[in-house]
């Protein structure tokens, strides 16, 4: 991370700090019950490699070298941390020398990191008691967290999270883990067979922070409006009701708003994709897969109460819930029209990802990508 003066516009370490110190406990498990769960997640996850790749006929050639971790939450966080580190350098840097250039400027600095570190950390705390699952697609090694030697990503699994789920839904333990499984592992070998697809994807991201022209003081504001919301003070509009933008939406010049919707569209497939995948898999492998999916479907759409809706809307999480409903359904039409062969043509380049607007209408990216006219 670039820094003036040895100052960062966001204290790292204070985030991490302050996340596993907020984040709530997992349930009450037992030792012996604990590890029980990791070995599952694990002998889950080594089945749903070949479970995914025979569905999906894409095969990673070196899916081996790609970790499959189980963490706790305050391991989740290290992890997240290392990552947005990483990938939010330019970003900052850019930020931080525009500081340095104001009266003060190193001062609020100090003060800024510290006070950013902490409302980070709120943040992490939050999302920490609720990813099931991740694929990290830019994953920095850590001597705890090993990542692909390639520089690559690691497939992370929240076991207490999984625990609590699974709880909350009633469902069987042994076919929630395996769901769950199928779904991240889906996320892994998109990546790990479709080489040129990380490095799109990082490209994207960093000509759209490359883009971003946002006084430092604004991003700390709505980060701090963030950080009220999980406090319970309600920032309040004109006419009292309660102003609930997305942060994403800070930094949208028009070039952006083009990349953003690329992001979207490719967000969407790789989300529609898995859950695609998992519904086609889970059938011969999950006995109470419609259950699951029922149950996990009106968790989803729901949240889990004002404050949880509060926060996704501010986060931008109310677009991923779409994504998913929508890219799913952009998977299915275009494989029940072309077959899985014709589908994986979306593999092939950047050129054949599909447009925002193709997710809409699949008809579309058949039309273009398999030169039909019908």
Known sequence: MTSLGGV???DWNLAVSTATRLVRPGPEISRDEAREVVAELRRHAEASEEHVRGFTRLRPARAEDTPVLVVDRPGWVRANVAGFRE???????KMQERRAGMPGGAVLGAV???????????????????VLGQYETFAPATREL???????????LVAPNVVHVERELDVAPHDFRLWVCLHEETHRTQFTAVPWLRDHLRGEIQAFLSETDVDPSTLLERLREVAQSLTGARPQGEEGERTEHSI??????????????RLTAVMSLLEGHADYVMDGVGPNVVPTVVEIREKFQKRRASGAGRLDQALRKLLGLDAKLRQYRDGERFVRT????????????VWTSPNTLPTKAEIAEPAGWIARVHRRTD
Do not use: C, H, Y
């Open 146 to 156: 090993p990542a692909a030697p390639d520089g690559g990503g690691r497939l992370l």
């Open 87 to 93: 990938l939010l350098s330019p970003l900052l840097g």
């Open 248 to 261: 994403v939406e800070l930094v949208q010049t028009p070039a952006q708003r083009e990349i953003l919707q």
């Open 8 to 10: 960062e516009m966001v």
């Open 334 to 345: 275009v494989v029940d029209e072309v077959g899985m062969e014709g589908f994986n043509k």
């Open 112 to 130: 800024g990191g510290k006070v950013t570190g902490v409302e980070v950390g709120m943040l992490l705390s939050f999302l920490a008691s609720r």
